[in-house]
């Protein structure tokens, strides 16, 4: 398993928790879940390649 790989496991499992325990109906957790997973995802990203540039 790579860095990526699990960086979008946490990133899954941290936002279906997020999504159940911080939202009340069905359809808002699932939304509240795609919106943190997206977030995590995004931000692991752009902070890599910030960290890859501060290297260089």
């Known amino acids: 398993m ?3 790989t699990a960086v979008l ?3 899954l499992f941290a ?4 999504g159940i325990t911080q939202r009340e109906t ?3 957790m699932v939304h509240y879940g795609i919106y943190c997973f997206v977030l995590f995802a995004g931000s692991a990203v752009v902070l890599s390649w910030v960290m ?5």
Not at 15 to 18: D, E, I, P, Q
């Open 15 to 18: 936002s279906v928790v997020f």
């Open 26 to 28: 069905p359809k808002r």
């Open 9 to 11: 496991f946490f990133a």
């Open 52 to 56: 890859f540039l501060i290297a260089r």
């Open 2 to 4: 790579t860095h990526f």
